[in-house]
């Protein structure tokens, strides 16, 4: 078996391009003909690109890829066949990246795959493929598509805003590091030479900075050093199931940070779910697609028994209050869906108020966190300065005596 690249014309006149794997030339040709497609062009195909392989590169599309995509394909799919939906898109991706996934997708459809099957792959993420799958067996699929493009929309909406507001407080962070740096291994041992030879006893503050100091000037490489290990040494946890988990659980009992992250994660999954919830999907298949969409393993654990609970004949909301770890507004608008018999509609609702309390959270915090950095970094370039002018005032004194 070998893959082929054709090139050929459809019933309607319109030029279809892809790919197709087949024993060989003529089979491919036989293929394409039973299709109704009249074969201009059909030779062995070149090996695919390496770009999505390679061990640096992220294998899934990105959020504004794979957004940009479905918004795409839910338009193009009410007025035209799969097939041609798909080759269109591959022809308006932005990125080589992109482009190929498509192709490969597109190439597919045209063998005869269903669009979930041909979606199979690292590209596009379980859940997405299986509210694909929930369309096409509903003959709903531009409907399915349209609320996973507004779904993949409101995430890329939420991340740019959060990426906004985070902008400039981490500017300003590292660029008072940056400033503290140049003073502590630069301004200062230039001037403590000056002090030296003076022969009396320095004020403690300008003991401590010059120590400080000297310390940072002898020994900046084993304070790399240590920095690099810790951050490796993280990165190592963090890749371990076991310390991860002990990790997140540990950020959840924080104040004021484990909350943000709670109600981050349970927005996202109220969202992921009440999509899901409205497609007509299984609750239990939804609660287990749903899962992975959450950073935050602690939270993903929970979510992961919510499956078996309901699985097991409870209900939704009992399974999250046995939890323990969902936020009290997700509980009590679940609760009410489920009595109501709109729990996507609640969910969504949930999921809504979740992220406007998470957006008021993080603008206020920003707002507070930009000025203290300021004061923090007035703070310590001020106790420099006066550790400097202590001994210059000190000899003033003594000359003037």
């Not at 992975?292 to 602690?298: E, M, R």
């Not at 399974?319 to 869906?337: D, N, Q, T, W």
């Amino acid at each position: 078996m070998a893959d082929f690249a054709y090139r050929a014309i459809d019933t309607d006149g319109r030029e279809r391009r892809g790919r197709m794997r087949a024993t060989d030339a003529a089979a491919a040709t036989a293929r394409l003909s039973a299709r109704g497609l009249a074969v201009i062009e059909c030779d062995v195909a070149p090996p695919r690109t390496a770009i999505a392989r390679a061990p640096w590169a992220s294998r899934r599309l990105s959020l504004p890829q794979l957004s940009l995509f479905t918004r795409q394909l839910a338009t193009l799919a009410r007025v035209s066949p799969l097939e041609e939906a798909l080759r269109i898109c591959a022809a308006q991706a932005q990125g080589a990246r992109a482009r190929a996934a498509i192709a490969r997708v597109h190439g597919a459809v045209v063998e005869g795959q269903s669009l979930a099957r041909a979606l199979g792959g690292a590209d596009f993420p379980p859940l997405y493929r299986a509210m694909v799958a929930a369309g096409e067996g509903a003959g709903q699929l531009p409907t399915i598509l349209d609320r996973l493009a507004a779904s993949l929309e409101r995430q890329a909406a939420v991340r740019s805003k959060l990426l906004a507001t985070l902008a400039y407080p981490v500017i300003l962070a590292i660029v008072a590091l940056f400033v503290v740096a140049a003073l502590m291994l630069f301004v200062v041992p230039t001037i403590v030479d000056q002090f030296n030879s003076i022969g009396q006893q320095l004020p403690l503050l300008t003991r401590i900075i010059m120590g400080i100091s000297g310390f940072s000037t002898r020994f900046w490489w084993l304070i790399l050093t240590g920095m690099v290990a810790a951050a490796i040494g993280l990165r190592i946890a963090l890749a371990r199931e076991k310390s991860r988990l002990a990790i997140d659980a540990l950020l959840l009992r924080l104040p004021l940070i484990g909350r943000l992250i709670r109600d981050w994660n349970a927005a996202r999954f109220a969202r992921t779910l009440a999509t899901m919830v409205e497609s007509r999907l299984p609750l239990v298949d939804g609660l287990a697609l749903s899962a992975p969409g959450i950073s935050n393993h602690a939270l993903r654990r929970a979510s992961l028994s919510l499956a078996e609970d309901v699985r097991s004949g409870s209900s939704l909301s009992a399974a999250m209050a046995r939890a323990g770890i969902f936020p009290p507004i997700l509980l009590h608008l679940v609760s009410s869906g489920e009595n109501a018999g709109a729990l996507d509609t609640m969910l969504a609702a949930a999921a809504n108020h979740l992220e406007q309390d998470y957006d008021r959270f993080v603008t206020s915090a920003m707002a507070l966190v930009e000025p203290a950095i300021i004061l923090i970094m007035g703070a310590i370039v001020a106790t420099i300065i006066l550790a400097i002018l202590l001994p210059i005032l000190q000899l003033q004194q003594y000359s003037g005596v």
